[in-house]
């Protein structure tokens, strides 16, 4: 999930850098970026701030980012309900087929694939730091929206909120917390709602 990093940017860095590990992109300065054909100081600056903002992510999305087979967004989110991101990477095929949703087939790719894959994990988690959310459970995090063009990228604010213990919601409703509006003043949906 990082803008600016399209498959033939990434091939020019390995070329270029010989960036053979995920955490050699974090490495990287905006000089070196500038060595890079096509790249002047504002696309080198906006590429640090996008792998700046992904060093740290909530542990779902890494999760689903490794592309296990059957293990996108939502079935990762279930996945962490009960356990960490490390817990999960050595729990049993037997305990995460207990996992309503799981069941048997999906639990033992999960744990062959972070059999087969632990050394690229480890190698993952020095560059990024998966964030738990403090409360699990559907409805126990208040929930915080957001309205308005803002400053940053909307994910950059869903981040934040999820690393304070809120739960991002794209909607207004009566368990909403928090509005976060750009303009107090704008006749937005989502303010005439609130």
Do not use: W
Not at 80 to 103: K, V
Not at 146 to 169: C, H, I, N, Q
């Amino acid at each position: 999930d990082v803008e600016n990093l399209g498959e033939s940017t990434l091939k020019k860095l390995v070329d270029l850098f010989k960036i053979r590990h995920l955490s050699d992109l974090f490495r990287l300065t905006a000089i070196d970026l500038l060595k890079v054909e096509g790249f002047a100081e504002k696309s080198a600056s906006n590429l640090l701030k996008e792998l700046q903002r992904v060093r740290v992510m909530p542990e779902y999305q890494l999760l689903a980012s490794l592309n296990i087979p059957n293990v996108g967004p939502n079935i990762a989110k279930l996945l962490l309900e009960d356990m960490d991101f490390n817990t999960l990477r050595s729990a049993s095929a037997d305990r995460l087929s207990t996992i309503q949703g799981i069941g048997p087939e999906r639990a033992k790719a999960l744990t062959e694939a972070f059999a087969m894959r632990k050394e690229e994990i480890d190698e993952l988690l020095t560059a990024v730091t998966p964030l738990r959310e403090t409360s699990t459970g559907k409805g126990t995090m208040p929930t915080v929206c957001f309205t308005g063009k803002m400053p940053e990228k909307r994910s950059f604010y869903v981040d934040l909120a999820r690393s304070k213990g809120y739960a991002a919601s794209d909607s207004v409703t009566k368990e909403l917390a928090l509005l976060v509006a750009a303009d107090v003043n704008d006749n937005s949906s989502k303010l005439v709602k609130a």
